[in-house]
């Protein structure tokens, strides 16, 4: 075959690429914040959305995250050893597995606040760019729906 046909299998052509190392890029950037908090990036996403809430239900969670019971089942038992969480089972339907945060859980929402600014400045986009991103972002997340 001619090497134009494999134009295509370049790195440089393929749009997953740049977004799978700028994932990972702004990821390390919020390493030494959560260090500070003794919390991976999805901890910190999964408490993002307890403070939120405060009360979830695995399933929900799993779908604002965009993980599956697999990826969450463990990321929440260290969660509630470190006692930032307290799971425990419906009592309307037992299938349904329910996320509390504890009050030291809510407590490092007030340690966290400032993380996103200091994300934002790592990122070097403007806000007009920000938001350009954010919208592309989750009509390429929304398009599988």
Not at 52 to 73: F, I, M, P
Not at 98 to 121: F, Q, Y
Request: hydrophobic fraction near 35%; proline fraction near 3%; charge should be negative.
């Amino acid at each position: 075959m001619e090497e134009n046909n494999y134009e295509a299998l370049k790195l440089e052509n393929q749009l997953c690429f740049p977004l799978y190392a700028c994932s990972r890029e702004v990821i390390k950037c919020y390493k030494p914040y959560l260090d500070r908090l003794d919390l991976t990036y999805t901890q910190y996403i999964a408490m993002m959305v307890l403070w939120e809430r405060r009360q979830v239900n695995v399933k929900e969670l799993g779908e604002c995250l965009y993980l599956d019971s697999g990826t969450l089942t463990p990321l929440l038992k260290k969660m509630e050893q470190k006692g930032y969480v307290s799971r425990a089972r419906s009592d309307k339907d037992e299938r349904n597995l329910i996320v509390t945060i504890t009050d030291e859980g809510m407590a490092l929402r007030d340690k966290s606040v400032s993380i996103p600014e200091a994300i934002n400045s790592c990122v070097n986009l403007s806000p007009e760019e920000s938001s350009t991103l954010y919208g592309l972002l989750y009509k390429i997340l929304h398009a599988k729906e």
